[in-house]
């Protein structure tokens, strides 16, 4: 996807897998992109790949690219720049309305989160450490145990509850190459836990098997917040851990899959995750860890409540990113029309 380079610094170092355009005469640089962003200019640049397992584009190639001279470029660009901000907008009004459940989910529940805390020195008693048989400091951060006492002294809304209680951690692995419909961590949305499409290579060794219903759990870089209730069948990373739902013995004990991952993006899990995380360069919750995330149970009329709502939010926003889509590429056809629709100079 080509870029246009800002003016914020005088110079810039590129990886060597991307090709400069310096010096364009007589159009301007943003004109050259919106140019190459289009389907003739992509056909172009298709046509001039070469390569069989991975295409890849030589400086000659790009060279040899035709780009016509349009006879309006100012009011092209333009279009592109208004529709660039209507799908913009569009797009941060559906990541809002599903990432703002978190205030909804607590105003249900009745509970606050405590305050964000950066301390890093802190007192923890003998005996917690005994019980817990942990000398990681920082999983007796006060912010983690504050959490978790909110949840545990609200029993008259809700109960508080161990992930090892009430799910199964799934680790159906197959091999990623036989495999459909993969999910790895690039295709989960931060906060929101919708899918996207990604350019990421085909899936390569084991995977879990994941069935509709239920919940797919970053462990890598928890703090990236992604969490995902399945929809449909299918396979994913081995970086998620699969959770299923127990069957309900009784009416009063059923959960929903939405709720529960609802529960798992929110700022009460996070205040938790956040002090759990092992590792630096790649940090992650280790399975025992995870098994000990404490989420608040209500009853089953409160959790249909916000999974009705969770399911009213997700459909609003996958209508305005289906607008978004199509208005861009209508914005595109019209921008292709206009430019080659007309005498152009080559």
């Known amino acids: 996807m080509p870029a246009v380079v800002p003016n914020s610094y005088p110079i810039w170092n590129i990886s060597a897998n991307l090709i400069a355009i310096s010096q364009v005469k007589e159009i301007s640089p943003e004109f050259v992109q919106l140019f190459l962003s289009s389907d003739t200019g992509a056909t172009q640049l298709k046509r001039r790949q070469s390569g069989q397992v991975q295409g890849k584009l030589t400086t000659e190639d790009i060279a040899a690219i035709l780009i016509p001279k349009p006879v ?5 660009i333009n279009l592109m ?3 660039r901000l209507a ?8 990541d809002a309305l599903l990432a703002g459940l978190d205030d ?6 009745d509970l606050t989160p405590p305050p964000t805390d950066h301390r890093q020195v802190f007192a923890v008693r003998l005996g917690q450490l005994q019980r817990s048989g942990r000398l990681n400091a920082s999983y007796f951060h006060p912010e983690r145990v504050l959490a978790i006492r909110a949840m545990e002294s609200n029993r008259t809304r809700m109960r508080a509850e161990r992930l090892a209680d009430i799910v199964d951690f799934i680790r159906d692995a197959v091999s990623a190459e036989t495999s459909k419909n993969y999910l790895g961590l690039a295709n989960v949305q931060s ?8 350019s990421q290579e085909d899936a390569e060794g084991l995977c879990f098997r994941f069935a509709p219903n239920d919940v797919l759990f970053a462990r ?4 990236l917040n992604k969490v995902h209730r399945a929809e449909k069948a299918g396979v994913c990373s081995t970086e998620f851990h699969v959770m299923r739902l127990r069957p309900a013995t009784s009416p009063t004990d059923e959960i929903q899959p939405d709720y529960l991952a609802t529960v798992l993006r929110s700022s009460l899990v996070l205040a938790q995750t956040r002090h759990m995380m092992t590792g630096n360069t790649h940090p992650r919750l280790a399975s025992e860890d995870v098994v000990n995330l404490v989420v608040p149970i209500p009853e089953p009329k409160i959790q249909k409540t916000i999974a009705a709502e969770v399911a009213r939010r997700r459909t609003e926003a996958r209508q305005l990113r289906g607008a978004a889509a199509a208005e861009w ?9 206009k430019l080659l629709g007309q005498s152009v100079d080559r």
Request: aromatic fraction near 6%; charge should be negative.
């Open 191 to 198: 906060n929101t836990g919708e899918l996207v499409e990604t």
């Open 220 to 223: 890598l870089r928890p703090y």
């Open 72 to 76: 309006d470029e100012v009011g092209l």
């Open 329 to 337: 590429s209508a914005a595109k056809a019209s921008f292709e029309q």
């Open 104 to 109: 909804y989910l607590l105003s249900q529940l």
């Open 81 to 83: 720049h208004d529709a």
């Open 87 to 94: 799908r913009r907008r569009k797009l941060t009004e559906a």
